[in-house]
Structure formats: C-alpha cells, structure tokens
C-alpha cells in the first residue's frame, strides 16, 4: 500500500503545470502580504496586487494553454479560500473590516470544502489522492467569480482608502453576493444529486 501511494504522489507531483505553480506562488506570497498588514498597509495592497495578477495567469494559462491539471481544479479555489479569508481575518480582527462579513464568507465556504470532502468519502487513499479521477465540486459560477472580484475590491479598498462608508457598502455588496451565490450553489447541489 505504501509502495502504491509512493507511485502515486511521485506521478501526481510530475502532473503539476505552470498554471498550479502560480496558484502555489499565490500562497507563498500570503506570508509577506501578512507581515506587511499591521505597519505598511499600502506594501500589504502591493503584495495583494501581485497575488491578485498571479491568480489571473494562473487561469489564463491553463485556458489559453489547455494546461487544466487535476490539481488545478482544486488548488486554484483552494488558493483563493486560504488567501482570501487569512485577509478577512486579518481585516476583521484589526477592526478595519465588518465581522458579519467573515462570518458569511466562511460559512460559504464551508459549504464548499464540505460538498467537496462528500465526494471523496467511502473512497479508498489511492482514489482520494489520484485527484484525476474525482469530479470536481467545487462548483464556479458566475455569481461565484463576482462575489470573489468584489471581496477583492473590498480588501483593496480597505488596504488603500481610509473612508468607512464606502468600505462598509462594499462589505454590504459583498455579503449580498457572497449569500447569493451559496443560495446558487446549493440549489445546483440539490438539483444534481
């Protein structure tokens, strides 16, 4: 069993593309942007900038490229969950940032990890980590992608703009979406089971 999990992880480590090493550069560029946070908010949106450009090539190349890997379909979003709600949790606990809009970007994804983690239940480590033969739940929409690009205005603006009111409506539209889209993916959930 050993021997065969060995054999895997070395053939699935072969299989990363371009596009994953972006998604991978994103995380390490997390712990930068943090340390930045509490001293230099401006250097923390530059960082944020560069993640943000990062997240974009990693997409395009793989589109552009037909480079999708297995690893793809889940690190890129899984990128995204970690970065962006390290950021949140940041913003929230400096006060700079509403709670209510951690709390309802972690509940959304929540939902997500857990309707991904239902389908690799009952299977065996061989099958769970041969990512290739696992149908990806990690549903993207359009309601998705909007509610994503608007959070990553709402850090941005957070980061460069000292105006509470508008950081707050942005927090609002960002909530309104990120509740919309849940409502989307458990009514496409329920409708495929």
């Given amino acids: 069993m050993l021997k065969n999990f060995k054999h895997n992880f070395i053939s699935q480590a072969q299989s990363l593309s371009v596009a994953d090493a972006f998604s991978l ?15 230099n908010p401006k250097l923390a949106l530059a960082w944020y900038g560069i993640m943000l450009w990062t997240d974009y090539l990693d997409g395009f190349i793989a589109k552009r490229h037909h480079a999708q890997s297995p690893y ?7 990128s995204d969950i970690i ?9 929230i606990r400096a006060h ?5 809009l951690g709390i309802i970007f972690f509940i959304r994804f929540l939902v997500l990890i857990l ?3 239902k389908h690799t239940v009952g299977r065996n480590s061989t099958e769970v ?5 696992q149908k990806n739940s990690l549903r993207s929409s359009i309601l998705g992608k909007l509610s994503f690009l608007i959070i990553a205005f709402t850090i941005a603006a957070t980061l ?11 927090a609002l539209t960002s909530s309104f979406l990120l509740l919309i889209s849940l409502l989307d993916y458990c009514i496409f959930q329920w409708k495929n089971k």
Avoid at 25 to 39: G, M, Q, T, V, Y
Avoid at 83 to 91: K, P, Q, S
Avoid at 129 to 133: A, I, P, T, V
């Fill in 72 to 78: 793809g379909n889940y690190l890129d979003p899984a």
């Fill in 129 to 133: 980590f041969n990512l290739s033969h």
């Fill in 83 to 91: 970065i962006h709600g390290n950021i949140l949790l940041y913003l």
């Fill in 96 to 100: 700079w940032l509403p709670t209510w």
């Fill in 160 to 170: 460069s703009i000292n105006n509470p009111k508008i950081i707050h409506m942005m």
């Fill in 115 to 117: 309707s991904s983690w």
């Fill in 25 to 39: 550069s994103r995380l390490a560029l997390l712990l930068p942007l943090l340390a930045a946070l509490p001293d």
